[in-house]
């Protein structure tokens, strides 16, 4: 295309530019000259993300990629955290849509597109974008040799284009802290209210050094949330926060008498039977904090530079907060019941939305609602053992794939019919399910940072990648 567009059109490649020709305009010639069939490319779902012109190339990049049009017209992922892909999707690897998206990197390259959007903000969240496919691309059954070309090709054009569109340490420095512009929007009370837990809120304090909510850590260096580091592919750093109604000060001395208390672990005592098979349980006498104890679980935006090093960001793309209602007792049971008491909670969730951070809306955070769906294999860390795509599947199958996102929080933090255990024991950076728990510690964000940065290293996808950085 770059040699064949301004030939016909008579302008050079930096007027094309200029006046959004790149990749702007929906039936440009196909790289290999032909005008492109639409019946043969399938209908790109229009979205308004990255530019207002839904024809605009990233723009159509991230639909093609990320939003799902199913069969009776249905459509899901627009404007969506996480892109919605199983590890067994064939959509993007499908004939249809493979070709589509490859004419759509290909032209994004051969008109060099990644300089149509000078934005660091839209550079940066277009790059995580892409790097979430890349990732999904680098991890395949290595039987399915099809699909690994169709994969290797689309992964080595996005990993060249994830190079283009990389930020330099200092652009990623100066991107905004958009938990601090949410708090100060003023949107969101600043705290919980007990007579309307309905009520979303963000505490302005959370990621205050020394401020009343301690950052915790693992002991050794260990990812105080390695499910999530692990399951949302290294590309984002977690943190774990707790505040104790009596502040920082409280917290600390709580932490102190949880790592002190002998043996958190203990074998599991004949009277108390509980599910499963024999193995050890957490120590019901375990010092237990009080009610009203707020946790917190934060995930934010990683990057690469443009030296190819992987850089944390001040963007905030999820907070999760519990809230402890109650801490019944072990005294309220006979003791084999104790692993089926549960602490009565108030769920929260924040999310990202593209859209409101890019329109400065409070700093893009996106209070979940009551009733608010999202994929079961994301909701529920992949851990429903379904592998397979939903949206491939007809009807009555596809609502297995959605789950509301604020009744999922009681599957694994405890509440009626599933087994957890009351306050700390419902702690899951805390309940290592069999082995002994961490000594959690006060740490900083940094730490957690380069916890995050050291486990995505060595990830094979990670390898992948920096051999196609430009
Ligand atoms: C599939 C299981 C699962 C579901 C569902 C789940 N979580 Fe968690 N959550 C975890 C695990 C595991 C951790 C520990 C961190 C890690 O290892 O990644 C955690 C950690 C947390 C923490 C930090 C404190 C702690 O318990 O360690 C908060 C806060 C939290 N989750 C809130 C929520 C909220 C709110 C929801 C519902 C919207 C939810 N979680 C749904 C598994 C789950």
């Given at each position: 295309?770059?040699?064949?567009?301004?030939?016909?059109?008579?302008?050079?490649?930096?007027?094309?530019?200029?006046?959004?020709?790149?990749?702007?305009?929906?039936?440009?010639?196909?790289?290999?000259?032909?005008?492109?069939?639409?019946?043969?490319?399938?209908?790109?779902?229009?979205?308004?993300?990255?530019?207002?012109?839904?024809?605009?190339?990233?723009?159509?990049?991230?639909?093609?990629?990320?939003?799902?049009?199913?069969?009776?017209?249905?459509?899901?992922?627009?404007?969506?955290?996480?892109?919605?892909?199983?590890?067994?999707?064939?959509?993007?690897?499908?004939?249809?849509?493979?070709?589509?998206?490859?004419?759509?990197?290909?032209?994004?390259?051969?008109?060099?597109?990644?300089?149509?959007?000078?934005?660091?903000?839209?550079?940066?969240?277009?790059?995580?974008?892409?790097?979430?496919?890349?990732?999904?691309?680098?991890?395949?059954?290595?039987?399915?040799?099809?699909?690994?070309?169709?994969?290797?090709?689309?992964?080595?054009?996005?990993?060249?284009?994830?190079?283009?569109?990389?930020?330099?340490?200092?652009?990623?420095?100066?991107?905004?802290?958009?938990?601090?512009?949410?708090?100060?929007?003023?949107?969101?009370?600043?705290?919980?209210?007990?007579?309307?837990?309905?009520?979303?809120?963000?505490?302005?304090?959370?990621?205050?050094?020394?401020?009343?909510?301690?950052?915790?850590?693992?002991?050794?260096?260990?990812?105080?949330?390695?499910?999530?580091?692990?399951?949302?592919?290294?590309?984002?750093?977690?943190?774990?926060?707790?505040?104790?109604?009596?502040?920082?000060?409280?917290?600390?001395?709580?932490?102190?008498?949880?790592?002190?208390?002998?043996?958190?672990?203990?074998?599991r005592?004949?009277?108390?039977g509980g599910p499963g098979p024999p193995l050890p349980?957490?120590?019901?006498?375990?010092?237990?904090?009080?009610?009203?104890?707020?946790?917190?679980?934060?995930?934010?935006?990683?990057?690469?530079?443009?030296?190819?090093?992987?850089?944390?960001?001040?963007?905030?793309?999820?907070?999760?907060?519990?809230?402890?209602?109650?801490?019944?007792?072990?005294?309220?049971?006979?003791?084999?019941?104790?692993?089926?008491?549960?602490?009565?909670?108030?769920?929260?969730?924040?999310?990202?939305?593209?859209?409101?951070?890019?329109?400065?809306?409070?700093?893009?955070?996106?209070?979940?609602?009551?009733?608010?769906?999202?994929?079961?294999?994301?909701?529920?860390?992949?851990?429903?053992?379904?592998?397979?795509?939903?949206?491939?599947?007809?009807?009555?199958?596809?609502?297995?794939?959605?789950?509301?996102?604020?009744?999922?929080?009681?599957?694994?933090?405890?509440?009626?019919?599933?087994?957890?255990?009351?306050?700390?024991?419902?702690?899951?950076?805390?309940?290592?399910?069999f082995?002994?728990?961490?000594?959690?510690?006060?740490?900083?964000?940094?730490?957690?940072?380069?916890?995050?940065?050291?486990?995505?290293?060595?990830?094979?996808?990670?390898?992948?990648?920096?051999?196609?950085?430009?």
């Amino acid at each position: 295309m770059q040699k064949l567009l301004p030939h016909r059109l008579g302008i050079g490649l930096t007027s094309l530019a200029l006046f959004g020709f790149c990749g702007s305009a929906p039936d440009l010639p196909s790289p290999t000259g032909e005008a492109p069939k639409p019946d043969a490319f399938g209908k790109l779902p229009k979205v308004a993300i990255y530019d207002r012109d839904p024809h605009h190339i990233w723009n159509r990049l991230y639909a093609a990629l990320y939003v799902r049009t199913t069969k009776d017209g249905q459509v899901y992922g627009n404007d969506e955290l996480d892109p919605f892909l199983w590890p067994d999707s064939k959509y993007l690897l499908t004939e249809l849509r493979y070709q589509q998206v490859l004419a759509l990197l290909d032209e994004f390259q051969a008109t060099n597109c990644a300089k149509l959007i000078r934005d660091p903000l839209k550079k940066a969240m277009f790059q995580r974008d892409l790097w979430a496919i890349f990732d999904w691309l680098a991890d395949y059954d290595p039987e399915h040799q099809k699909e690994k070309r169709h994969r290797r090709e689309l992964g080595k054009r996005l990993g060249r284009i994830i190079g283009q569109v990389a930020l330099s340490a200092e652009e990623i420095r100066g991107l905004p802290d958009n938990y601090a512009v949410a708090v100060g929007s003023k949107t969101f009370p600043p705290k919980h209210d007990p007579s309307d837990p309905k009520k979303p809120f963000l505490p302005p304090e959370l990621l205050a050094t020394d401020g009343p909510w301690v950052l915790l850590g693992v002991r050794g260096g260990l990812l105080a949330a390695p499910f999530h580091v692990q399951f949302f592919g290294g590309r984002s750093a977690f943190f774990v926060l707790m505040k104790l109604p009596q502040g920082r000060k409280a917290t600390l001395d709580y932490l102190q008498k949880l790592r002190s208390f002998p043996n958190p672990l203990m074998p599991r005592p004949a009277d108390r039977g509980g599910p499963g098979p024999p193995l050890p349980i957490l120590n019901p006498d375990l010092p237990q904090f009080p009610v009203g104890t707020q946790v917190a679980l934060v995930r934010e935006m990683m990057l690469i530079d443009n030296q190819g090093t992987i850089t944390p960001t001040r963007l905030i793309e999820a907070i999760q907060f519990r809230v402890f209602r109650d801490i019944p007792g072990k005294e309220n049971v006979p003791l084999e019941r104790f692993d089926f008491l549960y602490s009565r909670q108030d769920f929260y969730e924040f999310q990202l939305r593209r859209k409101d951070l890019f329109s400065e809306r409070a700093g893009g955070l996106h209070p979940v609602g009551s009733q608010e769906e999202e994929s079961a294999y994301h909701l529920f860390l992949g851990s429903l053992q379904v592998t397979s795509d939903p949206l491939e599947s007809a009807g009555s199958e596809r609502s297995s794939g959605m789950a509301v996102i604020l009744k999922s929080c009681t599957h694994c933090h405890g509440g009626p019919h599933v087994s957890g255990g009351p306050g700390i024991h419902s702690l899951r950076s805390y309940r290592r399910d069999f082995s002994q728990p961490p000594d959690l510690v006060d740490v900083s964000r940094q730490w957690e940072e380069e916890a995050a940065v050291r486990s995505k290293r060595q990830h094979y996808s990670w390898g992948l990648l920096q051999g196609l950085l430009e």
